[in-house]
């Protein structure tokens, strides 16, 4: 452990060698493998589970009953809704041994997985994409890029705000983050932000 700042609830458990970093928080029946890397003010809720090979950043929250499995790695600010799901096996069978076979999961900067969506492995979700409750990601999802249903379809484009933009999914356009100020510019499939 890190820091003693770090709040750890009596009946989680948090194994040797796990780092916590300061202001974060450790909530009823979560399990910290000692491997796993976990940034500053980060808030596990009840009942999650946290992997050896996996890194979480800064001032991330993973809601409750979320299991963060080997090869998944978190940037700074990542929001994980209740009951969402990583994997980390594309074929998984019980009978046959395919720990060398993990892929790597990267979820970027300020992205937001809603409730109950799976991420099938091996995808790149970009920064400040937002994933609709109960969405099935299949591929890598682009930056700001909002995508719902089974499996996933990107409709439009969030802010980082976290409101949806008024502009196509692919095309030429601008639109400004009404409470932000932030400008957003699409050129053909790919958004970029431009600060107020």
């Given at each position: ?36 890397r976990?940034?500053?003010g980060?808030?596990?809720g ?12 800064d ?26 799901v ?21 979820v ?7 409730a ?53 999914l692919?095309?030429?356009g ?9 400008r957003?510019?699409?050129?053909g ?8």
């Open positions: 452990m890190s820091d003693t700042s770090v709040m750890i609830h009596d009946s989680a458990i948090v194994d040797d060698g796990a780092q916590i970093g300061e202001g974060s928080r450790v909530w009823h029946f979560v399990h910290v493998c000692g491997g796993a976990i940034g500053k980060v808030s596990l009840q009942n999650v589970f946290v992997g050896n090979k996996v890194v979480i950043g001032h991330c929250k993973v809601q409750n009953n979320v299991s963060v499995y080997d090869n998944v790695v978190l940037e700074e600010g990542v929001f994980c809704g209740p009951s969402m990583f994997t980390n096996v594309y074929n998984p069978r019980s009978l046959i041994e395919r720990k060398s076979e993990y892929r790597d999961t990267l970027k900067k300020g992205a937001t997985l809603g109950n969506c799976t991420l099938v492995c091996g995808v790149t979700i970009g920064e400040y994409a937002f994933l609709g409750a109960g969405a099935v990601i299949n591929k890598d999802v682009p930056a700001y890029a909002l995508m719902v249903g089974v499996p996933a379809r990107q409709i439009g484009w969030m802010s980082q705000y976290g409101e949806q933009l008024d502009l196509p692919e095309g030429q601008e639109a400004m983050c009404q409470h932000t100020g932030d957003y510019v699409l050129d499939k790919q958004l970029t932000r431009v600060s107020a």
